[in-house]
């Protein structure tokens, strides 16, 4: 069954760095568009970036862009999110998500549980 | 950039009634690339409609979807107690994908 597990959360000051990985399994992961989204504490979802299958292409929402990167490394079965310039602002849990592989891209299918990242000085 | 407003923002409603939420966007979905979700505390959301009225698989045939355009809804047809929770629309298909604020569904 597909397995998305988020690890590297942390608390962190503003202005520093965090690399969150995402260890996928029990699918094939090099044919996946992979996102991550994330939700601040009592608030709703927000897209961050999505990488294609292959990584070629990657999107970023505006609040992360120039601040955030989405890779991957399909040898290892696992995605990143390099943060960088980290606010306050950036608190949330930040969860995986695997595309649901349709022709088009965005369909959330399947879930990691999440890791918590708190910015605060 | 696609906004998604949804309502009400709080639905209570007791187990067995029908229970519809709104989501209306501020332009046109093209293809109907609308999708629901539904959290519960605690958990990571799940994937209950995409294409705004296919379902996922393994979600029971008591929800719904349906509209175009700019004006959808999903319909839970007999709320079952694990029915209640948020549900969140999201449109797809080119980024940025953007989500609703939710609509909680509560236990009157």
């Known amino acids: 069954q597909v397995q998305l597990v988020e690890s590297g959360g942390g608390v962190v000051q503003p202005g520093r760095s965090l690399r969150l990985s995402c260890a996928a399994s029990g699918f094939t992961f090099a044919r996946y568009a992979m996102h991550w989204v994330r939700q601040a504490p009592g608030k709703g979802l927000e897209w961050l970036a999505v990488i294609w299958h292959d990584g070629n292409y990657k999107y970023y929402a505006e609040s992360v862009q120039g601040r955030f990167t989405i890779s991957r490394d399909s040898s290892r079965n696992t995605l990143y999110l390099q943060m960088n310039g980290l606010r306050v602002d950036d608190t949330a849990v930040y969860y995986c998500t695997r595309d649901s592989g349709l022709p088009e891209l965005g369909i959330l299918a399947y879930w990691g549980q999440g890791t918590l990242v708190t910015v605060s000085s | 950039e696609i906004v998604l407003t949804q309502s009400p923002g709080t639905l209570s409603l007791s187990p067995g009634e029908r229970a519809t939420l709104s989501c209306r966007a501020s332009?046109?979905?093209?293809?109907?690339?609308l999708a629901w979700y539904q959290q519960k505390p605690g958990q990571a959301p799940r994937l209950l409609i995409y294409g705004a009225s296919s379902r996922a698989t393994g979600i029971p045939d008591r929800f719904s979807g349906s509209g175009s355009g700019t004006d959808f809804s999903l319909t839970i047809i007999r709320l079952e107690p694990e029915d209640f929770a948020v549900y969140y629309c999201?449109?797809?298909?080119?980024?940025?994908?953007?989500f609703g604020p939710g609509t909680k569904v509560e236990i009157k």
């Open positions: 999201q449109h797809y298909g080119r980024s940025p994908q953007t």
């Open positions: 332009q046109s979905v093209s293809s109907s690339y």
